[in-house]
Structures are given as C-alpha cells and as structure tokens.
C-alpha cells in the first residue's frame, strides 16, 4: 500500500475477538480508561468500539479467542480502495486488514416476507440490552434481517444511564405503550416528555439521550435494517443552542407526534378512523405511521373491507381491546392488547374490532388510504 493510500484512512482499528463482551467493556473502560464511541445491536450487544490512549479497539464477542490472528480495519475512501482490487489484505504473520468504505455505513439486507404474530403473554425472554433497558424481540426471524420490531421496557422509574448518542439507520421509530419518557434531541429544542400514545420518528444520525423514565415504562421500537450501529457522541451538549425544527438528517426530519393534540379522520374503511404521525411527510414517503381506531358504535354492522399492500413491511400492532384479523391466505386470528403481527405484501387482510380498540400501524413504503 503506498503512503498516499495508507493516509486515506479516516480511522484505524484494532479487531480483538473476545468471549464476554461486557467483561471485556468493563476491562479496558472501567479499568485501563478507554472510552466508549459505539455499541451494537442496542438490544443484544456483541460488538462495540473503544478508544483511548491513541487507539481504537473493535470488541466482537462470538466465536473462538485463542490464537486469532490480528486483524485491522481501516475506513477511508472507496475510490482509494478500489485501487487495490479487494477488500481484504493479508499481511505477514496472518495479520488481516479489511478496508472498509466509510460512506457505506448502513448495509441493507434483501429480506424475507413472512407472516408473524407475537403474543404479549408468551413469556418470551426479556433480555438485557444497552444503557439498563429490556428488550422483548417481537419479529424473531428480524424478515431477514431487514427489520426490527423491540418491546423495550425500563422496570424501574428515574434517571436513566444514558448518553448522548445517534443510530446510523434507515428508518427509526419509537412509540411510548405505557409510562413516560423525559428525552432530548439535537436542535428541537429543551427536554420534552413523551406520554403512551405519543411517538417519535428519529432520523438518521441525530444526537439524542433518555433521560429519565416513569416506573414501568413500556416502549415500542421499530428500525431498518434489524442490526446497526449506535454511536456515542462524546462532544456534543444536548440540548444544543439552536433550533432548527426542519433540520433535515439523512433526508429525514425530525418528528414528534403528541396524541393529545392529534386529529382523527376517516379511513377509507367506514368502520375505523385513524390519527397519522406525520411520518410519511418527514421521510419523504418512506413510511407512515398512523394508529387505527373503530371510527363510531354506529358503524359496528358495517362489515371491515378486505385489503392488500404491495409493500416492504406491514406491521400492526394491538393497543387495547380486541381486534379480529381475517385472512384467506393467512387464516382468522384473534389479538388482544400487546399482541403484534406481520403482513406479508400480496396477502389479503380485514381487520374486526370492537368499539375502542386502537391499533398501531406501521408501513414501509408509506401507507395510502
């Protein structure tokens, strides 16, 4: 590699495999006084980056520790890499260099369209994950690895560990089930609380922190792609001095839906009205965001029309009351509150509810009624 290309790399890091990725934070930051820069996937972390002592370390938990070769990750410009025909370099002594694009930092598998409920009385496993949370996965098989759907819970109110921080996604959403959240986010201002029913679409990169949270606090998040990067922001101050509402972030922009003061209307299904988020007007079609409602008691013997999407991603999810799902591809279910599920596109669905059931949605591309 010649001088000129050796200097393109923006950053350097050093790949050290470890068994217990927690053990090996809690050494070289706790102990020897390295930093944390990122951390990923927010809900299962296996793989993290330090810094300190002018070097970066890249800490990936999995797989065999004893006698790894040596490995580097250099992130520079493509157009320096593709000079030298691959991306991976092997030196002497089994020493590997991967060189890494620095502009793609966010890859997008294919994915899989598939049909899945979850049930909020399933008992699955409650994991672990950053900053004191509880993760709850609600897609298992992620469609794969396209998306992610967390039933994120904080047990216990009060501050929260958090740090200033942003995510290099696609698409991000975060809606509050029960309790409230204290967060802040870069140029929208002072410290805002989000309430159950209020919802917030993150854009990419923006800097952000949890602050505090009631005593039982239940989230919802949805991202694209399932696994991402989430990175600390070690100089920024939130909240920052300027406004700047329709700052736009990776083409998206900020969104904060209060459902206090949102206006229902009509579906083109006479027995449900819905309230949107705003969200498909912020990304630009992206997606939408809208939570679905029996519109009167009048309306309860008109029978729920049959529908289909085309679309990427179609997930539903009940937030109280019951809801009838009626399918003839994917069969008659029954959802009660907490319940979530999946569409496939090219399925037909109607959907069957009591007088004040409401009901989550969310689609990718952006939902048209």
């Known amino acids: 590699m010649s001088h000129e290309q050796s200097t393109a790399a923006a950053s350097a890091q050093v790949v050290v495999p470890c068994t217990n990725l927690d053990a090996s934070l809690a050494f070289f930051c706790d102990r020897l006084g390295f930093r944390l820069d990122m951390i990923m996937p927010a809900d299962h972390p296996r793989i993290a980056l330090v810094s300190g002592f002018g070097i970066a370390l890249w800490l990936e938990s999995g797989g065999s520790v004893p006698h790894a070769p040596l490995a580097l990750r250099l992130t520079g410009d493509a157009a320096q890499w ?22 793609a930092r966010i890859a997008i598998p294919s994915g899989t369209q598939e049909f899945a409920i979850s049930r ?40 929260v560990p958090d740090y200033a921080h942003y995510h290099h996604v696609r698409f991000q959403l975060i809606y509050c089930l029960r309790g409230w959240v204290r967060v802040v986010y870069e140029d929208q201002g002072e410290p805002f609380v989000m309430h159950a029913g209020d919802c917030v679409l993150q854009p990419p ?31 920024i101050a939130l909240p920052t001095s300027q406004l700047h509402p329709q700052r736009r972030f990776g ?36 997606a939408s965001v809208r939570v679905l409602r029996l519109r009167d008691a009048s309306a309860i013997g008109e029978a729920p029309l049959p529908r289909t999407h085309d679309g990427e991603f179609l997930f539903l999810c009940v937030l109280d009351g019951q809801c009838l799902l009626l399918s003839h591809a994917l069969g008659d279910h029954t959802l009660t509150a907490g ?16 007088a004040g059931c409401g009901i989550l949605e969310v689609a990718l591309p952006a939902m048209t009624d």
């Open 205 to 235: 990169t923006i800097r952000h922190r949890v602050l505090e949270a009631s005593h039982g606090l239940e989230v919802i998040e949805i991202g694209c792609p399932a696994e991402h990067e989430t990175w600390r922001d070690h100089d």
């Open 339 to 354: 319940d979530t599920c999946v569409i496939p596109a090219g399925a037909d669905y109607a959907l069957d509810a009591q």
């Open 120 to 159: 909020a009385g399933a008992g699955d496993a409650w994991i672990s994950g950053r900053a004191g949370m509880q993760y709850r996965d609600l897609i298992p098989d992620r469609l794969g690895g396209r998306f992610i759907a967390s039933h994120i819970r904080i047990p216990d109110g009060g501050p």
């Open 82 to 103: 593709s000079a030298l025909g691959t991306d991976v370099l092997s030196g002497p002594d089994d020493v590997r260099v991967e060189l890494i694009d620095g502009d």
């Open 251 to 286: 083409g998206q922009r900020f969104v904060r839906h209060v459902a206090e003061e949102a206006r229902w209307q009509r579906a083109h299904d006479p027995r449900l009205e819905f309230r949107d988020a705003g969200i498909a007007d912020a990304t630009d079609g992206l």
